[in-house]
């Protein structure tokens, strides 16, 4: 590839070269217009300069000619200009014979060398192909033509005289109300000038018009998303400026006025019949003015590029002394913040030293002279290194897929406030080729050598940036004084003149998701197995804010409360000051709330990333704040303050941050701290998830007065939160007056709860208690082994409750008398395993006996030790029925496959255990290998005597046993593992998406997905095997689910492969330990080896090849590679859940944008006008209703008064009741069974003590044995009261020639064309027939379609 490209350049234009070109038509010579073009040309860049064009209206005209115009005519470029980033012609041919040259034979190695195949490197190369944007190209005519004409009318505009602030906005109203019809106001920064400030503002036209940035030196990318900028630098004349004007904003004033008059120029132009053009800032900075020009639609080869013109005014680097504007010196005096004299000048008297620096004004100002010498060392470095501009284009397109800056939530479209860009990260990649490098911690390792590839360097600068830390180990190119940055910026990087920090302004959590960024990106680039280029370069759900955070809340507030006034004591001066450095009153309070965050929940949070939104009007902003939560620390009961003797000033700042919350306590170890307790042992996981949204609120009501809507505090929280504020709070206000603040994340986690499992409730009945309830019933089952016939090896669970994975923890039924709460009674399934026997019959009739023996003497001798416990033997619907939230049989078969497993009646013995120490209710049956060798022999023995009927069923006999006794307890293992590895996350992930799937009905249906299918669907975002993971880990249930929903939503599952690899750990970096994937410079990650993952892969292809693969929900495991355990979901399905799962997204995206739950309750409600009919059940005798979301889940607050379910205001901190701890009920051990707070309910149909009891379950089922060939039916299984239905078009509305054999209500048909009889399906006796059938559970039958 090097030698390629070193072979072209010299018969092509180079990138630079062609640059220079578009701003001058080159066959006249370029000339330079004053002694800085000079100086640019001397330095190998005099192309770059620009001069005048005759034929600028032919070219706007776009003709078709070939790019003769731009070679041939143009004298051989002196400069040696390169070709990299351009669509040039390969090398010269050359003779067959001719032995291959080293480079040639390293391109041939190198797919092999650098990359796991060769689809990642094709990928590579049409991606840069696709969205390379190369000046000079044929392609990019139209668009050289137009910077030519913007030349061209920026240089034709008349010198204005010097004149005063007051005549200079006077005339700038006046020509802009000519030109536009609107008045415009000069673009001064805060503080703006007097109208008696000693300052003259004047205009001439530029020295030199130059285009620099990417799209000249040959590293644009059209994003086409976001487009690209084509930055053109006008070069404002030495003569408007004087030798003190980077003193308080004189510079930026006389740069405001001229880019006021360069935008009303353009205005009278002809350009604007071709641009809409506004004035726009650089990061938002309003010191920093600029005139964007979009390309209207419908302007012919300019619409289509999708590029931004910036003008950008520049002065040369002699115009002012750039020597004055080191970081550590002060340009902005206090008399011009707080005028003290007449004229508001600076008051020459005071001591500078003692003022506080201003490095963010300095390097603003530096900023502007330094625009050429950046260019010159970008385009020295492209000609030292051929793939340079394809190895930063690779990473502009890398950062681009990340950056949020000017995406859109809603209505609301983000600032572009982030200081780290393609420009700096281009300078990085430059540095690691260039710059010097010093310290043990580089080692040299990431030096890059510019014989290197594109792939090469774009790969070492993402592991470089993943392992630095800016702030901790500043960097620069040659020798600079490091000391003066470092004391006066966080992080630091230092641009080749040794001047300006390109981190300026960058905030802490900026520089912390980039690195995380890279850290992910490094572990995808050496993954062992997979390719993953979609999660590098071309995932779309990176920007999202609603799925890139933990937590996510809309902050809107009130600017100007932040702002410290411009007069007072000097406290308040210097406050002022240091607002003012940020350019923006909106910037400066971003800043003040991330790093106030940042600090308050440093053991919470990874990262608190604020965003502005831009274009709000008056003082009111909007705030996005995104936190991502430590796996640890966010879910602490505890938060860990320092020791008040030991760390005086930090006990202070935590008290000053907690108030009344931080106690001083005593620990275990001796040691005494301060703490700030959020909950005691035993909190519900839904309680603890919220910990973070909590403290968030309770710190923006404390200290910034600003309420949360709907609270999410609690009780005990509103009663301290306003007491004792500190002093700089009190200037917010009360309780409001700031603000609002919307956590859509405390909202979401409310569906995961059931309608008595709630509240105080949640924290009594846990998954701990059933978890150690079933090894209470272990150990008693193992201390009866002397009793038994063989050893008991382990008791396996299987249940979904015993795995932190069913809807609503295992609720305990309290024995009494009266009956106690048995509704419905849920037994946890468990599989006995013995150890092994060589007397086990080989008859299956024989065996099942032998184990109900076997069942009947375990209970026997269990119910002799525990004789208060209950104790059953039975031979039920074994397995997961409809009751039990699967029931995947007969209907599932009909809308996927013939051949699917019938996993509803799957018979065998069983035993309930009612354990009466806990009140938990156990299903037992026994494991034994000896069964599956018995079925799988018989099998091939039929088979091969050639009775296939007789061996098919076997078979299917044999595929039940393994899913009962091998794949289930499997599944459960991996399942519990992972959820206890993401506690509480995961957990509450799966159940969040288990409601959201049968609310939508499609949840363990006759048509709908199993619940270990869900677990899998859940798993794909914890196990990093799915583009939805480019991020960090889920330490969230609420990012989990909309994970799980745009996992649904976007999976192409009939194209790719979709894989839960529960091996892997996603890459964590929350421990701190940065190292930790990183092993002698080589990444490395955890899952599956590379034949694993190539077997998998392979079977993939295969049954793609067979057209095997349909559109269809597929989850694959290393132990499923075929994805058979648990079925798939049919293509209409899929097609249902694609488009409900897009349409959630939509909601909770309304619901971040407004700051209002009012869109939530759509999310978790299905529509029914899609279903032909729908059948509503009598709410009375429905056994599960109980399981339904509590009442509250669905109440909205879009008013700002917080209304609860019954209608009753909630309670401020002022007027919430005294709590006091000592009355409240103490957490009771694991064991006991006094439960406060949870409700009661009997049996509805009056017969106590029925486990598993569900008839709207057998009703369902009974329809599916019945019409399932003629219709679908659809359930929420946890308690819903509408069955609605599809009838199947295949069967109803048909006309069919009568038979005996049709099996179905038919009716006579009339068709005279016909000379059989003919039948239909008789739609309305099929209705009169499930009505009788539904006899006592049916309220009403309505029919939508007939």
């Known amino acids: ?38 100086e640019m040309a001397s330095s190998g860049d005099e192309d770059m300069h620009n001069s005048h064009d005759d034929d600028v209206d032919e070219e706007m005209a776009g003709s078709d000619d070939d790019d003769d115009d731009m070679k041939g005519e143009d004298p051989e470029p002196h400069d040696g200009t390169s070709t990299v980033g351009k669509n040039s012609s390969g090398p010269h041919k050359k003779s067959l014979d001719a ?48 910077l030519r004409q913007i030349r061209d009318a920026i240089e034709a505009q008349d010198a204005v005289g010097e004149m005063g602030v007051h005549a200079a906005a006077k005339y700038v109203r006046k020509i802009s109300k000519a030109a536009t019809g609107k008045q415009l106001a000069i673009p001064f920064p805060d503080p703006a000038p007097s109208d008696d400030m000693l300052i003259r503002l004047g205009f001439q036209p530029p020295t030199a018009v130059n285009v620099v940035g990417s799209y000249p030196l040959g590293m644009a990318v059209n994003n086409t998303r976001m487009g690209f900028n084509v930055d053109m630098v006008v070069q404002m004349p030495a003569a408007l400026f004087q030798d003190r004007d980077h003193l308080n904003f004189r510079y930026f004033y006389k740069r405001a006025f001229y880019v006021a008059v360069l935008f009303v120029g353009l205005q ?61 010196r002060n340009h902005v005096r206090p008399s011009h913040v707080a005028p003290q004299t007449a004229n508001g000048e600076s008051d020459d008297t005071a001591d500078t030293n003692l003022l506080p620096a201003t490095p963010l004004y300095n390097s603003a100002v530096l900023g502007d002279a330094l625009f050429l010498t950046h260019m010159t060392y970008l385009f020295e470095t492209t000609e030292m290194c051929p793939e340079f501009a394809r190895a930063a284009a690779l990473l502009r397109i890398w950062h681009g897929q990340r950056s949020v800056g000017g995406r859109t939530i809603g209505t609301h479209h983000l600032a572009r406030t982030q200081r780290v860009t393609g420009f700096v990260l281009t300078m990085v990649l430059a540095w690691l080729l260039r710059g010097t490098m010093s310290g043990a911690a580089m080692e040299g390792r990431f030096r890059l050598s510019p014989t290197m590839t594109a792939h090469q360097m774009f790969k070492s600068a993402v592991e470089f940036l993943a392992l630095h830390d800016f702030e901790d180990s500043p960097v620069g190119f040659g020798v600079v004084d490091m000391d003066s940055f470092s004391d006066n ?38 993954h062992h197995a997979e390719n993953r280029f979609d999660r590098i370069f071309l995932d779309a759900h990176l920007t999202d804010v609603a799925s890139r955070y933990d937590h996510v809340f809309r902050l809107e507030v009130d600017v100007s409360r932040f702002l410290t006034p411009g007069t007072g004591d000097s406290v308040n001066m210097v406050r002022r000051l240091a607002e003012l450095e940020h350019g923006n009153p909106v ?137 004792a504020r500190p002093k700089a709070a009190q200037a917010f206000g009360e309780p409001g007056d700031t603000g609002k603040l919307f956590a859509l994340s405390a909202r979401v986690v409310e569906f995961a709860q059931s309608a008595d499992i709630c509240g105080p409730a949640a924290d009594e009945v846990t998954f701990e208690r059933a978890i150690n309830a079933f090894d209470e019933l272990q150990r008693e089952i193992k201390g009866m082994e002397d009793n038994l016939p ?233 196990t990093g095997s799915s583009s939805v993971n480019a991020l960090a880990t889920p330490s969230s249930a609420y990012v989990g689910f909309v994970r799980c929903l745009q996992l649904l939503a976007s999976w192409r599952w009939k194209d790719d492969l979709c894989i839960v690899d529960f091996g892997a750990n996603m890459y964590d970096d929350s421990k701190g330990e940065k190292s930790k994937h990183h092993v002698l410079g080589i990444w490395t990650s955890d899952g599956m080896t590379v034949d694993s993952f190539g077997s998998l892969q392979k079977q993939f292809d295969e049954a793609q090849k067979k057209n095997k693969i349909a559109n269809a929900i597929r989850i694959a495991t290393e132990d499923d590679p075929a994805a058979l355990w648990w079925g798939t979901v049919s293509p209409v399905l899929t097609r249902r859940l694609r488009d409900l799962a897009a349409a959630s997204l939509k909601c909770i995206a309304q619901c971040v944008a407004s700051g209002s739950d009012a869109y939530l309750p759509q999310v978790f409600t299905t529509p029914l006008d899609d279903y032909d009919f729908v059948i509503r059940l009598d709410r009375d005798i429905i056994c599960r209703k109980h399981e339904q979301p509590p ?86 299984v946890y308690g819903g009261s509408i069955i609605a239905g599809l009838w199947n078009p295949a069967v109803v509305g048909k006309n069919v020639p009568f038979s005996a054999a049709l099996h179905a209500n038919v009716a006579p048909a009339r068709d005279a064309a016909s000379a059989r009889p003919l039948v239909k399906y008789n739609v309305q006796d099929v209705v009169n027939e499930m009505i009788r059938l539904g006899d006592g559970l049916i309220a009403d039958f309505v029919i939508q379609r007939s």
Not at 133 to 143: E, I, N, P
Not at 272 to 294: C, K, N, S, T
């Open 268 to 328: 009278q132009s002809a350009l604007r019949d071709v641009f809409d053009m506004e004035i726009e800032y650089v990061h938002g900075d309003r010191r920093l003015p600029i005139v964007a020009m979009r390309p209207q639609k419908g302007v012919k080869h300019l619409a289509k590029i999708g590029c931004v013109v910036r003008v950008l005014p520049s002065i040369a680097h002699d115009t002012l002394p750039l020597k004055r504007l080191a970081p550590g």
């Open 790 to 1022: 063989l050893r008991v090896l382990a008791l396996h669970p299987v249940s979904p409750g015993l795995r932190y994975a069913s809807l609503t923890p295992p609720k305990p039924v309290l024995l009494s008398r009266n009956g106690g709460d048995d509704a419905f009674i849920e037994p946890l399934h468990a599989v006995i395993e013995f150890s092994g026997s060589t007397k086990w019959p080989d008859d299956i009739a024989a065996l099942h006996k032998v184990k109900t023996a076997f069942l009947l003497r375990i209970a026997e001798c269990y119910a002799a030790a525990h004789p208060d416990s209950y104790v059953d033997v039975g031979n039920r619907f074994f397995g997961y029925s409809s009751a039990d939230g699967l029931m995947t049989g007969a209907s599932a078969t009909r809308l996927a496959s013939r051949d699917a497993d019938d996993m509803d009646y799957e018979r065998d013995n069983f035993l309930d255990i009612r354990h009466a120490a806990s009140g938990y209710t156990f299903r037992l049956s026994i494991l034994c290998e000896h069964e599956g060798e018995v079925l799988s022999r018989k099998a091939r023995e039929l088979k091969t005597a050639g009775v296939p009927a007789n061996a098919q069923a076997l078979e299917h006999a044999h595929r039940r046993w393994m899913r009962i006794n091998q794949w289930r307890p499997r599944h459960h293992r991996y399942v519990l593992n992972m959820c206890q590895r993401h506690y509480p996350a995961a957990s509450l992930t799966i159940r969040l998406l288990k409601r959201w799937l049968s609310r939508h009905m499609l949840l363990g249906q006759t048509v709908g997905v199993s619940e270990e299918l869900a677990e899998l669907a859940a798993a794909c975002v914890f």
């Open 1 to 38: 590839m090097a030698a390629k490209d070193r072979t072209s350049k010299r018969s092509h234009k180079g990138s630079a070269a062609a640059a220079g070109r578009s701003a001058s038509h080159h066959p006249q010579p370029s000339r330079a217009v004053d002694q800085s073009d000079h």
């Open 489 to 526: 910026f966080g992080a630091v990087f230092v641009d080749p003149s040794a001047t300006l920090n390109l981190l300026a302004g960058a905030q802490e959590w900026e520089l912390t998701e980039l690195r995380m960024a890279a850290r992910q990106t490094a572990l995808d680039l050496n």
């Open 99 to 146: 032995k291959a040259t080293n480079a040639e034979i390293m391109a041939l190695n190198e797919t092999t060398l650098l990359f796991k195949g060769n689809l990642f490197k094709l990928q590579e190369d049409e991606l840069l192909a696709e969205t390379s944007v190369t000046a000079g190209s044929k392609a990019t005519r139209g668009l050289d033509a137009a």
């Open 1191 to 1276: 009442k509250t889940a669905f109440d909205t607050i879009d008013d700002g008064s917080a209304t609860l379910g019954d209608g009753h205001e909630a309670k401020n901190g002022k007027e919430s009741a005294e709590i006091f701890k000592n009355l409240l009920p103490t957490m009771q051990t694991q064991n006991q069974l006094q439960m406060f707070h949870v409700k009661q309910h009997a049996n509805p149909f009056n017969q106590p003590g029925m486990i598993n009891f569900d008839p709207v379950s057998q009703f369902v089922r009974d329809l599916v044995d019945v019409y399932g060939d003629s219709a679908f039916v659809f359930h929420d």
């Open 587 to 723: 910037v400066a309070v971003q800043s003040r709330i991330a790093s106030f965050l940042s600090s308050a929940l440093e053991r919470q949070a990874r990262v608190v990333a604020v965003h502005p939104c831009s274009g709000d009007d008056g003082d009111r902003c909007v705030f996005f704040v995104g936190i991502i939560a430590d796996a640890d620390g966010s879910t602490r009961l505890v938060d860990l303050g320092p020791n008040p003797d030991a760390e005086p000033e930090e006990a202070a700042r935590f008290r000053a941050y907690w108030g009344e919350r931080a106690e001083l306590r005593r620990f275990r170890d001796a040691s005494i701290r301060l703490a700030a307790v959020w909950g005691a042992n035993g909190m519900a996981a839904e309680t603890r998830s919220l910990i973070v949204p909590r403290m968030v609120s309770y710190l923006l009501r404390r200290h910034f007065s600003v309420r949360t809507v709907p609270e999410v505090m609690h009780p005990e929280d509103l009663l301290v939160v306003d007491k």
